[in-house]
């Protein structure tokens, strides 16, 4: 009896043992962890937030100024928040030195969601630049015929009255369009391809997001139990099947300069990519990696001000006419171009619903120095906070008033010149603009397919606009904009959100 006591006072001892330097290594693991953290942010910078439960919020507010950086920590990694007096200055410091490339995918953690190919290749970007941006109007003459061919497909039958998801509606046919540019009809037409394309996304920001919210060492074993990243293994699959098809037939046709029909940006990147990044595994992974524009961001916010209904239906409708005249169609790219209205409505949207809350970001791939001696190590993660900017009623006037027409106004408050640097080119929508528009980034680094991204944004509202009407489901329509979610520094509209759509009985 002594002895088989003495045994499990020796074994209980063992066991503590074992939990007390499992413990004592966590503790470890996590001082090693910030203190890694701590050698990457700038010298001397306040960390946002209480230093403690007791601390009165006034000693907060006085430890923060308004033009002075300061730390703000995520789970997995710090940001250190740059006063936007900062960002002219960084707007051309070379990629090589701060990389928004490497802030983004560091973000996505690449290593775990397989999207290596976004971290050390720019193929992407390049053909985004040299490829759709001057080539606008024949990509954009692409989209509507995809559009066409897909509009009663996503649409659901309406005549009358009918609740819908617009948001999935939007993304149906924001993925439609994204496939038939990049990939062909092969694509655009396979429901299951256009499925991957959108889920595709969906996947990869939910691993990051789960893995992005414990320590880096202990992703090792967290990611084994994701669902989201094994669905991603079968989206390759999927992608690697269609890219295989596509490049196939590319081989087997003699004259691709001359085929629109068969246009598309795979072929330009198989024309100019390393021997790498033509592999199958990475063109797969390029064309299943995309981002849906916000058409429905609008349309909330059209329903909660439908006095605006009647004035962006006139200038759709007074464009249309002006610029077809006597040719068989619209050239959409000048088109888009002069909806002047709904571009401002389109800005105000980005405003007060910005997609990232802190933007432009950048990480320190060297050690760089700022003019007034502010010392940025390598590993920095630096950022500007672009909605808090924007909502600035020094910048903004009457910056929590939703006003559309708030860009409009500016762009026609002084003539306009030749330059790109006036008020008439500054307040629109694909512009990136220190106090209008930090939406797509800023400087050297914006992103390249914005021109693209806001012109298919115009093709679709203007449709919809002239096709439908839209109301709130409450009582009389009335209704406010859904709430708003964040996952750390991303914000989506609540996925819930429904809209009441009528095809329009117009006399």
Same mark, same amino acid.
């Given at each position: ?5 003495? $045994? ?18 966590? %503790? ?39 033009? %002075? ?6 789970? $997995? ?38 999207? #290596? ?127 295989? $098809? ?13 085929? $629109? ?90 405003? %007060? ?71 008439? #080119? ?82």
């Amino acid at each position: 009896m002594v002895t088989y006591t003495i $045994d499990n006072l020796l074994a209980a001892a063992t066991t503590t043992r074992i939990f007390a330097a499992g413990a004592v290594m966590l %503790v470890v693991l996590s001082l090693i962890s910030s203190w890694r953290r701590n050698k990457k942010n700038i010298a001397d910078v306040p960390i946002h937030g209480y230093t403690s439960r007791f601390e009165p919020t006034m000693l907060l507010q006085l430890r923060f100024f308004k033009n %002075v950086p300061f730390i703000v920590r995520r789970f $997995d990694t710090d940001y250190n928040i740059l006063p936007i007096k900062y960002l002219d200055e960084l707007r051309w410091v070379s990629p090589s030195i701060l990389s928004s490339k490497i802030a983004t995918t560091q973000n996505m953690l690449y290593e775990w969601t397989d999207l #290596h190919f976004l971290h050390r290749s720019d193929l992407h970007a390049h053909a985004m630049k040299r490829d759709p941006t001057p080539n606008l109007s024949k990509y954009l003459q692409i989209a509507a015929k995809e559009v066409d061919y897909g509009w009663y497909l996503d649409i659901p039958p309406c005549d009358d009255w009918v609740e819908v998801d617009i948001q999935e509606i939007s993304r149906k046919l924001v993925a439609r369009m994204s496939a038939r540019i990049f990939l062909g009809e092969t694509a655009s037409r396979d429901p299951e391809w256009l499925k991957v394309s959108q889920d595709y996304t969906i996947d990869a920001f939910a691993t990051a997001f789960m893995l992005r919210m414990v320590p880096t060492w202990m992703r090792f074993v967290l990611a084994r139990f994701i669902p989201f990243r094994y669905r991603l293994r079968q989206h390759r699959k999927k992608a690697e099947q269609i890219v295989a $098809d596509k490049m196939k037939s590319r081989g087997e046709r003699k004259s691709l300069e001359d085929d $629109d029909s068969s246009l598309s940006l795979l072929d330009w990147m198989l024309d100019h990519g390393t021997e790498q990044e033509k592999e199958l595994s990475e063109m797969a992974n390029r064309q299943s990696f995309t981002t849906s524009t916000n058409t429905a961001t609008f349309l909330f916010e059209f329903c909660a001000h439908p006095e605006w209904f009647p004035m962006l239906r006139e200038e759709i409708e007074e464009v249309a006419k002006t610029e077809k005249g006597n040719e068989s169609e619209v050239d959409i790219k000048r088109w888009h171009a002069r909806l002047e209205k709904m571009d401002s409505f389109l800005l105000e949207c980005f405003r %007060v619903h910005p997609p990232v809350l802190l933007s432009p970001q950048r990480v320190a791939l060297q050690p760089f120095t700022l003019k007034d001696g502010t010392y940025i190590p390598k590993g920095c993660r630096i950022a500007f906070a672009n909605s808090e900017h924007q909502m600035d009623p020094e910048i903004t006037p009457d910056p929590t008033t939703f006003d559309p027409m708030r860009a409009y106004r500016a762009r026609h408050a002084t003539p306009g010149n030749s330059g790109g640097d006036d008020p008439y #080119h500054r307040n629109q929508a694909i512009q990136t603009d220190i106090n209008n528009n930090l939406t797509f980034g800023y400087g050297s680094q914006a992103c390249p397919g914005r021109f693209l991204g806001v012109a298919e944004i115009k093709l679709l509202l203007a449709r919809l606009l002239m096709e439908f009407d839209f109301k709130y489901p409450g009582p009389g329509g009335k209704g406010q904009v859904p709430r708003t979610m964040t996952a750390d520094e991303n914000v989506f509209m609540d996925p819930r959100a429904r809209l009441m759509m009528r095809k329009r009985k117009v006399a």
